[in-house]
């Protein structure tokens, strides 16, 4: 019997639709079917069926969901909902086959939302064959069909980072700084392990960054995940700028993709820097409505839409200046390193000065808190996507060095045992 010789996959279509990575799911899931043999699996068999599952589908293609639920798959109890999206809702369920403590996240998909549901499915399979265990990015452990509705059986994890940026408001600063440092390398490492399988998350954003629980079912050490991959693509894919055109949440949205001027792995940065400049500002950083006001925030935050050469200290000279250009730009402050203490700035130095503090009042306000996460962050926020920090280099930014060298958040560690009870 001769083998197909192996050729590496390079775009989301050519993902594999059978085999399982679960095998400790394998006696009821249907994961083992294949996508194909799954979509035909919707409300069961038969017509009867199809009635049936209809009967507990919602007017807008979400699931009723509460305890008059059977065991879901014959396995997986109904406890309660955990928070519910554009796509689906995720419930919290008790894993029958392994005991009164075994607690696990359910995703059910709206029946309207089957194909991003199974594009899900098929990239977190993929990952977890192919990428490191330690990657910090959701667990999938089976999916099965439940009245036409899609359902991924996922890790049980906590609450997201925008829960996180409200009870971190209270700490010192030192203490938000070290633990933004964590939350930076970890979202940093889930992004460069996309971007090496060519794989754009597209949903960048607070409420897709999850922390993980402790024995207890509560946030333990600061520990966080990616979660929701329904709206990623692959970079190599042929339709790439049509499927993405609306990608991302307009709030965390880059300038390139509101522009409709390619797409690709820099968006993925873009949202990440302003989910970071978030998390310690403790206020929406582009609160936006419309793409016309998102534009009209970022000039305001980040200043003119233009390429701002930098200024050797000294020079007479001011860069110039000009918000007439149409076409997206890179915005550079001018590089002042001004040393204060003890001697008086020059008249050309001030001028410089003030023309820095008008020009990017974001900067300005983070330097106040840190200053390498200050240039970190407007790395991140970098008009320009050729020019926007990589996940690889964001990783060597001084901010990360506390760090300490080579350090990995999450490195192969054992498998924790699942939470005691439910919260």
Known sequence: MAFAPYRPQRTLEQLPGGGSACASFNPVLILTLGSGQLETRLGGKGDKGRERGATQTLPDGRLYLGVHLPLLAQRFQFLRLLGSGSAGQVIL?????????????????????LAAGLKEMQVLRYFTSQAPRWAPIV??????????????????????????????AGLPLPQQLLQLRKIAHQLLVALRSLHERHIVHADMK?????????????P??????????????????????????????????????????GCGAPMDLWSLGAILAELILHRPLFPAHTPKQLLQQVAASLGPRNVVPAVPLGSARLPAVSIAQPQLGVFRTAA?????????????????????????????????LDQDLARLVMGLLDQNPSTRLTAEEALRHPFLAPLGTGRCLGTARQAQPHPATPT
């Not at 609450?159 to 996180?164: C, F, G, I, K, T």
């Not at 607070?206 to 509560?218: K, M, S």
Request: charged share 20%; glycine share 6%; aromatic share 6%.
């Open 93 to 113: 369920a008790l894993d029958t086959f392994r005991g009164p403590q075994a607690y696990v996240a359910i995703k059910v998909l709206q029946r309207q939302c």
């Open 139 to 168: 667990d999938i452990r089976g999916a099965f069909m439940h009245a036409g509705h899609l359902c991924l059986v996922l890790e049980r994890l906590g609450p997201s980072l925008l829960d996180y940026t409200v009870s971190s």
């Open 206 to 218: 607070p409420e897709n960054c999850l922390l993980e629980v402790d024995a207890a079912g509560r």
């Open 220 to 261: 333990g050490s600061v520990r966080v995940k990616l979660v929701d991959l329904g709206s990623c693509f692959s970079v190599t894919a042929m339709d790439t700028l049509h499927a993405t055109i609306d990608a991302q949440t307009l709030p965390y949205r880059a300038p390139e993709v509101v522009m409709r001027s």
């Open 336 to 368: 002042l390193r001004l040393k204060t203490s003890g001697r008086r700035l020059q008249p050309t130095q001030q001028l410089l000065l003030s023309w820095q503090q008008a020009a990017c009042p974001l900067q300005l306000e983070l330097a106040r």
